[in-house]
T-cell receptor, first 115, second 113 residues
Framework: AQSVTQLGSHVSVSEGALVLLRCNYSSSVPPYLFWYVQYPNQGLQLLLKYTSAATLVKGINGFEAEFKKSETSFHLTKPSAHMSDAAEYFC?????????????FGAGTQVVVTP | DTGVSQNPRHKITKRGQNVTFRCDPISEHNRLYWYRQTLGQGPEFLTYFQNEAQLEKSRLLSDRFSAERPKGSFSTLEIQRTEQGDSAMYLCATGTGGDYGYTFGSGTRLTVV
């Protein structure tokens, strides 16, 4: 079984400041890990994914995340927040042994960007 | 390639009525998933198709729910005798496997009154 915990349901950051969204997972086998972003009344857009290659993963819109096996973490960062980053962010895990590749999502973190 | 298309975008129905949603995947995507997202929560897996075969169903998918993908292309999700607890966003995601980075549609928001 696997699960995802996102620390902080709401995060407020100033424009230009660092964005840090925390994600911890539990998994009985090596995981695949993902970050998705969701804008109001929209579906989810893939930001980046870890699939057992490089542990530092770069995604779209200037986001990146680092897989740390020892800490079972996959935190998402962006050096400088833009107003357009205001959205909800979801961390998700999939088991490498799951042939069907279904995703287990965290509860999400709502990001507010203030001028 | 116009992405994953879901229709309708919004559906308001009375309790007890049946509803059907449709998902049109990206043409070369053989994997298709349905997820349900309630307010303030992440999406929860409902069911998975590989081509036309339904290979997994979540325990969340009660007997009132049925999904089909008759020719391995579009898929439908039907809810019979809707209940207020069915109110949610229903999301479709498709992919080719391997990299496991699926493309989500914009979802169908169901409101049961």
């Amino acid at each position: 079984a696997q699960s995802v915990t996102q620390l902080g349901s709401h995060v407020s950051v100033s424009e230009g400041a660092l964005v840090l969204l925390r994600c911890n997972y539990s998994s009985s086998v090596p995981p695949y890990l993902f970050w998705y972003v969701q804008y109001p009344n929209q579906g989810l857009q893939l930001l980046l994914k870890y699939t057992s290659a490089a542990t530092l993963v770069k995604g779209i819109n200037g986001f990146e995340a680092e897989f740390k096996k020892s800490e079972t973490s996959f935190h998402l960062t962006k050096p400088s927040a833009h107003m357009s980053d205001a959205a909800e962010y979801f961390c998700a895990v999939s088991l490498t042994t799951d042939s069907w590749g279904k995703l287990q999502f965290g509860a999400g973190t709502q990001v507010v960007v203030t001028p | 390639d116009t992405g994953v298309s879901q229709n309708p975008r919004h559906k308001i129905t009375k309790r007890g009525q049946n509803v059907t949603f449709r998902c049109d995947p990206i043409s070369e995507h053989n994997r298709l998933y349905w997820y349900r997202q309630t307010l303030g929560q992440g999406p929860e897996f409902l069911t998975y198709f590989q081509n036309e075969a339904q290979l997994e169903k979540s325990r969340l998918l009660s007997d009132r729910f049925s999904a089909e993908r008759p020719k391995g292309s579009f898929s439908t999700l039907e809810i019979q005798r809707t209940e207020q607890g069915d109110s949610a966003m229903y999301l479709c995601a498709t992919g080719t496997g391997g990299d496991y980075g699926y493309t989500f549609g914009s979802g169908t928001r169901l409101t049961v009154v």
